[in-house]
């Protein structure tokens, strides 16, 4: 079946450094891929998407490539703020599957230090 | 626009008792998911409405978990009886159709059982 694998965290960083989350997925057919985030407290929103291969999805100033020849979603960031930290969960839904249900991986911790 | 409303937003129960979890998805939306979160991973579907009619209920067991959507609006998702592992935050989320990929997740349900 489908599933998506995510880099382990907590990941931890200073203020304005660089970020890569690593997510790698497995599923049949070319799925929509996803990328969330849960702010403490609140529940998961939406940080991007994308739906092609070779499709750049972007928001808030992350950015993720759907790269289907090494089956990856990774989420990158230039500069992190405080307010950036959060869980961020790669997701997917098959195409194939008809019936749209995202699949999770397991959600990366980020803590970004003053 | 109104989000995913959810209530309540914590319960605490016994093992064996009953619990139901409430989700009024956004105005318009057609479809309806049910997910549990167990801490420390994400979120896994329990079961899909499309409208009043399920569309995938194969990772929802049926001996113990139950859901609704009766008038294809509001949900309702009840645990009769309770077992410890089923202590998890549930999560309904809403879309607009079955061809609209965005999810749109309400705050969730934190349920622990003792």
């Known amino acids: 079946g489908d599933s998506v694998t995510q880099m382990e965290g907590p990941v931890t960083l200073s203020e304005e450094a660089f970020l890569t989350i690593n997510c790698t997925y497995t599923a049949t057919g070319y799925p929509s891929l996803f990328w969330y985030v849960q702010y403490p407290g609140e529940g998961l929103q939406l940080l991007l998407k994308a739906t092609k291969a070779d499709d750049k999805g972007s928001n808030k100033g992350f950015e993720a490539t759907y790269r289907k020849e090494t089956t990856s979603f990774h989420l990158e960031k230039g500069s992190v703020q405080v307010s950036d930290s959060a869980v961020y969960f790669c997701?997917?839904?098959?195409?194939?599957?008809?019936?749209?249900?995202?699949?999770f991986g397991s959600g990366t911790r980020l803590q970004v230090q003053p | 626009e109104a989000g995913v409303a959810q209530s309540p937003r914590y319960k605490i129960i016994e093992k064996r008792q009953s619990v139901a979890f409430w989700c009024n998805p956004i105005?318009?939306?057609?479809?309806l998911y049910w997910y549990q979160q167990i801490l420390g991973q994400g979120p896994k579907l329990l079961i899909q409405f499309q409208n009043n009619g399920v569309v995938d209920d194969s990772q929802l067991p049926k001996d113990r978990f139950s859901a609704e959507r009766l008038k294809g609006v509001d949900s309702t998702l009840k645990i009769q009886p309770a077992k410890l592992e089923d202590s998890a935050v549930y999560l309904c989320?809403?879309?607009?159709?079955?061809?609209?990929?965005?999810?749109?997740f309400g705050a969730g349900t934190r349920l622990s059982v003792l």
């Open positions: 105005s318009g939306h057609a479809t």
């Open positions: 989320a809403s879309s607009f159709s079955l061809a609209r990929d965005i999810q749109y």
């Open positions: 997701a997917l839904t098959s195409l194939d599957t008809g019936r749209r249900a995202l699949t």
